[in-house]
């Protein structure tokens, strides 16, 4: 009776999953690796090992970086108080600007909102030239001068969506459309991670409140969800519900884990579901975790004078600690880590202002941002690690007056800067025009931005792709070109 109720209840291909079930089976599955040729069985077989291997195996050539810290300044920093030094712009503050500029430009605000949309505005700060390149930098950034000489500044950045959450979703994952994947998720997927202990892909998060979008920022989308960013908080318990619960040892830990495995092991089997193999290694690697985070976020072992350098204590949480965290991430195999740190958003409602918030943030960061770079250099660690700076957009050259006076998102041109992982040293590429607009020279594209980080990283963007719903994805889409003058 149970048995034609059984094939009642089954489909054809049902059944015959379910015959493939049993001792012999998950034997030969455990010793083989869950290795049967195909993408999904070389993925379960990573998972369940609980290494971060990629799916992809290799590099497609060889790779000028082994690790990104990308360091992303959520709420767009304002280029021209910070980089963009524009003497005419100066001296046309207070004049409208040329109509040819505003043409078919679209802003977040100021369209319907605001009657001095097109009325421009000059920079109060005072900027100095500084490097080998003689890259004009604002009294905001005093500590940039000590890293002049390994960074290279571009000045052209363009993207495409002028909103905060859609454009940190675009800067991160190489679309507005939420699912799509993330810089690290495609990067660990792509080559791995050298840490055992650790996540491929971490992410911290400091300033008063986290980026907009949240964690579709450094989501997996539709790769496996064993690439996702896994982020990381401040204190003994970098995450939730890590430490075992009173009462129960190790011992019965590892058992029930064990136990769970083998269940989980046989469903994945049975079915091939690639999820299960995650679920397996999400498992392996919050086991393995209990003691690596607490080990990584314990700052004892840094000395007075490393923390000095950064401007940080050992227990308060900070930016400037979430740099030293970082530099710890890389050295111990992880292979992307992204900081992200508010508010630079620059409308002039309070809490928003150029003459006093803008400052204010830009202090936050300024004495951490040149820490990282001198002490990965210190440490022999800079060569292998690119560090990323920048936001989703930059501001316009027209003022914003609410309360206060600020800047409205601008998609055309903003900065950027990279040290190390096979970036030139003391390099400034890109120029915009005499108001600080539109670039003249060497536009990058986020699209390009992403071709280039890949490129160090020794990945063929056109190569690393991932078929899903019918069609191969890609980070960079269809578009994307390496920004060849900024390489070493």
Known sequence: MESELFQLRSTRRQFYSRCGMGLGALALARLMGLEAGAATAAASAQAVAGSQKAPQGRCHYPARAKNVIYLFMAGGPSQLELFDYKPKLNSLSGQPIPDSFLEGKRFAFMDTSFKNRSTLLGSKRRFRQVGPSGMW????????????????????????????????????????????????????????????????????????????????????GFLP????????????????????????????????????????????????????????????????????????????????????LYGCDREKPSYARNCLLARRLVERGVRFVQLYHADWDSHGAPGQTIEEDLPKVAHEVDQANAALVLDLKSRGLLQDTLVVWGGEFGRTPMGELREKTGRNHHIDAFTMWFAGGGVQSGLVLGETDELGFNPVMDRAHVHDIHATLLHLLGLDHRRLTFRFQGRDFRLTDVHGEILHKMLA
């Open 137 to 220: 930098i604002s009294d905001l950034f005093p500590r940039l001068d000590d890293i002049a000489s390994e960074v290279t500044f571009v000045r052209s950045c363009a993207t495409d969506l002028f909103n905060h959450a859609p454009a940190k979703l675009f800067m991160n994952t190489g679309s507005g459309q939420f699912g799509r994947p993330s810089m690290g998720a495609w990067v660990t997927y792509g080559i791995g991670s050298d840490s055992a202990d650790l996540p491929g892909f971490v992410v911290l998060q400091s300033g008063g409140r986290g980026p907009r979008g949240g964690p579709v920022n450094w989501s997996s």
């Open 225 to 308: 969800t064993s690439f996702q960013g896994v982020p990381l908080r401040s204190g003994p318990e970098p995450i939730l519900d890590l430490k075992s619960p009173a009462g129960v040892t190790a011992e019965r830990q590892r058992r029930a884990i064990d136990a769970v495995r083998e269940i989980n092991l046989a469903r994945l089997v049975e079915t091939g579901d690639p999820e299960i193999a995650t679920r397996i290694a999400s498992y392996e690697m919050a086991y393995r975790m209990q003691s690596s985070a607490p080990e990584l976020t314990d700052l004892s072992r840094e000395t007075d004078a490393t923390l000095r």
